[in-house]
């Protein structure tokens, strides 16, 4: 069965804290993507990034940076020096054929910065 | 990028209405989703099509139907409205399997 977990529903930071959104994921797939979207105050998910089960080179975009680990099924997300327009829900999602190329969501994170 | 546009932003309606959600993309993407989000539920899949006038029914399609008779438009009716489909609703967009889906800005629905 696919499932994805972020075990944190909510997390508050004081700003310029660095701070790390887990992801756990399930699959038997040997083939699946994995994304992580924010989802601001306004309601629109944005997409943030996607990542293939065949590459596991972490990532860094400024401040954002993830972290693929196969051996414990994880894809967490870190951001450096938090700011208080990181303030959103954060969604980690799952895709492959054995999900019939549906996305599987987890509950999402609700990040709150503080100033 | 796809872009994704939901025809209302906010919607108030009156319980035992017809409702009509419209979402249209601007690609050539076969796959298209109809989602609800509610506090504390996450995302949870109602409807969603893999082509022209198929459809497939989610995790959570009671009280809904949906539309697909154009590539680019799709959806998502409620025959009667009721106040427990007051709810944010969202259409999402996705290409092969190696690809990310692209939202709408979402839709408010309060239904009265």
């Known amino acids: 069965a696919q499932k994805v977990t972020q075990a944190q529903t909510e997390i508050s930071v004081v700003e310029k804290e660095d701070v790390t959104l887990d992801c756990v994921y399930e699959t038997r797939d040997t083939t699946y993507y994995l994304f992580w979207y924010k989802q601001p105050p306004s309601g629109e998910l944005v997409f943030l990034i996607r990542r293939n089960s065949f590459d596991e080179q972490n990532e860094i975009s400024g401040r954002y940076s993830w972290n693929f680990q196969k051996s414990t099924s994880s894809f967490n997300f870190t951001i450096t020096a938090s700011q208080v327009v990181d303030s959103a829900v954060y969604f980690c999602a799952l895709r492959s054929a054995d999900s019939n190329y549906q996305l599987i969501w987890g509950a999402g994170t609700k990040l709150i910065i503080k100033p | 990028d796809v872009k994704v546009t939901q025809s209302s932003r906010y919607l108030v309606k009156r319980t035992g209405e017809k409702v009509f959600l419209e979402c249209v993309q601007d690609m050539d993407h076969e796959n298209m989703f109809w989602y609800r989000q509610d506090p504390g539920l996450g995302l949870r899949l109602i409807y969603f099509?893999?082509?022209?006038?198929?459809?497939e029914k989610g995790d959570i399609p009671e009280g809904y139907s949906v539309s697909r008779e154009k590539k680019e438009r799709f959806s998502l009716i409620l025959e009667s409205a009721s106040t427990n489909q007051t709810s944010m609703y969202l259409c999402a967009v996705c290409g092969p399997l190696n690809t990310e889906a692209f939202f709408g800005q979402g839709t408010r629905l309060t239904v009265v």
């Open positions: 099509s893999y082509d022209v006038k198929m459809k």
